[in-house]
């Protein structure tokens, strides 16, 4: 089946510095990931769609400035959190869609836990 | 703008019983989907429902879905302990194809009983 990584799965950062994180197609080509986050005992909230070879789409309300997304290739999207604060704490998630048409699904990384002190 | 509505939002359930777990949504949609979250982790991919009248089924899970009242229900049959998760459901925002964008409910957390 459909595999999507993530790495770090977890992170701890202190407030002010950024951090990186990575989700990839293990076994298919993605054009398009998403990121998803979600606080605890919440539900996952689309924060943007990351296009690869184009400028991520960011949903109303997300700082495009703070979530850097850069989808390199077509089975790497990269999310850097720029200057955290601790209220960016939070579980970060990834997905991909595969397939086409009536077929198609979204399959989600294990997702990232990011602390910020 | 796109509303997803579960209920209930928990669920706490003897083994051994049946219930359902209902899914509402504002718009018009083409599909919906149903996915699975253990405590700590990423979501599991249940069913996908693709149009009107869809009925898939899967062990003791089985999802239906009615667009024109834009319903859908997820049926628990003889619950066991293994099926204590967080469910959720999501519509894709998209009309006439999908374009991937998904809107979650809640969540409903359930929690099977001995």
């Known amino acids: 089946g459909a595999v999507v990584s993530q790495h770090p799965s977890w992170v701890i950062c202190k407030s002010g510095t950024s951090v990186k994180i990575e989700c990839r197609s293990l076994?298919?080509?993605?054009?398009?990931m998403f990121w998803y986050r979600q606080f605890p005992k919440q539900s996952l909230m689309l924060m943007a769609t990351?296009?690869?070879?184009?400028?991520?789409?960011?949903e109303q309300g997300v700082e495009k400035d703070k979530f850097l997304i850069n989808h390199a290739s077509l089975t790497l999207s990269t999310l850097t959190v720029t200057s955290a604060h601790p209220e960016d704490s939070s579980f970060y998630i990834c997905?991909?869609?595969?397939?086409?048409?009536?077929?198609?699904?979204?399959?989600f990384g294990p997702g990232t836990r990011l602390t910020v002190l | 703008e796109l509303k997803v509505e579960q209920n209930p939002l928990f669920l706490s359930m003897q083994e051994g019983k049946n219930y359902t777990i209902y899914c509402n949504y504002s718009?018009?949609?083409?599909?919906l989907y149903w996915y699975r979250q253990d405590p700590g982790k990423s979501l599991e991919s249940l069913f996908v429902?693709?149009?009107?009248?869809a009925v898939k089924q899967e062990g003791r899970l089985m999802a239906s879905l009615d667009t024109k009242a834009r319903l859908s229900t997820l049926h628990i049959t003889a619950a066991v302990h293994d099926l204590s998760a967080t469910y959720f459901c999501?519509?894709?925002?998209?009309?006439?194809?999908?374009?991937?964008?998904?809107?979650f409910g809640k969540g409903t957390l359930l929690t099977v009983n001995p």
């Open positions: 997905s991909a869609g595969l397939g086409g048409g009536a077929a198609d699904t979204q399959y």
């Open positions: 076994d298919f080509q993605a054009t398009t």
């Open positions: 990351s296009n690869e070879g184009s400028k991520a789409t960011y």
């Open positions: 718009t018009t949609s083409d599909r």
């Open positions: 429902l693709l149009s009107n009248g």
């Open positions: 999501a519509v894709d925002r998209g009309s006439g194809g999908s374009n991937y964008k998904l809107t």
